[in-house]
């Protein structure tokens, strides 16, 4: 088991009755599959890394058989911190690239639906309704929101950047999104999603499923450096797109523990991002095992170790090569998903929008405002 969703979210997707041990549990029909959803995805700053898969990625291929999936390209998310004209005509190829990783990685085309959200206005929209259901205090303390901030130099917190949480909170909710896979400095914004949808359905009548958060079980992944989380722009991560070469230069040059200077020396296996990756991607288990009682007892050189780990990521991303050979071989596919999955996205978010419009009253005072403006102007002409 890889994901770990939340008791509400795992009876959804095994039907309505939740799981014991003596019933076994019918497979949901293909009406109840269809009508629940999976929304997750990201921003469009670039290619996908071992810690993407892991803290998202191999969720969403997983729950892609139970519930409908949406994948965004958020890119104005990206404009948060990256705004420049540079940084935005960049966004159609790290795009294709971004779908290119998904597909590579299991995600079925046939099944989800990749869209882009500035394409979709409607999702602004309910953006600027939903800004009005949380407070700025609340937004200033979600820890991502400083990190993000300090991360790309901002001496000041950008308005749009404090409402980052919100306007993925109209992502999730402008399709009914059941459940939400996100790593781990995304589950604080699922949180605010949760608080929105119970405040919106409390003023203006139940429109929204409270969606669920659906936790990684691997913990955030270290850097190939050892000293943070994987991120591109720090230089520190595996990509999915990696060669086999590529992969083993970067496992070769990785941080182990500092302090062992030959193989004899007793090693730490804890925070040690070699040995986090073969838990990780190792399915050898009894082979991890080996590896960390040899380490400790100083009887395995780190050579070794790491000679092991690109072998057991060559078994991980080979098949991934293939399946990405196999598309990337296919000329026009990935604008052509994108483009179509963004139109069919934009019909269902409008039939939302025109609901959530309805619940609150605005729908109501404009075509009263129009009746009579039509009578006025019927008796007029009359
Ligand atoms: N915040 C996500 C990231 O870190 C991207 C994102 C935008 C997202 N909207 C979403 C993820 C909705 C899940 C659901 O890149």
Known sequence: MTSRVTPDASAAAAGSTPPTASTPVPPPTPQETASRRMLTGDRPTGKLHLGHYVGSIQNRVHLQHEFETFLI???????TTRNTRADIDQVSQNARDMVLDSLAAGIDPERATF?????????????????????VPRLERVPSLKEMAR????????????????????????VKAHVVPVGKDNHAHIEVTREIARRF??????VFPVPELVVSEVPTLLGTDGQGKMSKSIGNAILLSDSEAE????????????NRVRADIPGTVEGNPVFQYHDAFNDDKDEVAELKARYRAGTVGDVEV????????????????????????????????????????????RTVVGEVRSAMGLAGTWNQLRRKAEQARRRRDA
Request: hydrophobic share 40%.
């Open 73 to 79: 390209i958020a890119d104005l998310h990206m404009l």
């Open 115 to 135: 869209y882009l959200q500035s394409a979709i206005p409607e999702v602004s929209e309910l953006n600027t309704l939903f800004q009005n259901l949380v407070t």
């Open 151 to 174: 991360d790309a130099h901002k001496e000041e917190m950008p308005y749009g950047l404090l409402g980052y949480p919100v306007l993925q909170s109209a992502d999730i909710l402008c």
């Open 201 to 206: 359905n409390h003023l203006y009548g139940e």
């Open 247 to 258: 992969v083993q230069r970067k496992v070769r040059g990785m941080y182990t523990d500092p």
């Open 306 to 349: 790491k000679a092991r780990l690109v072998a057991a990521l060559h078994v991980f991303l080979e098949p991934m090569r293939e399946r990405r050979a196999k598309y990337e071989g296919q000329s026009g596919l990935l604008d052509e998903l994108i483009v179509d999955g963004t139109d069919r996205t934009r019909r269902e978010v």
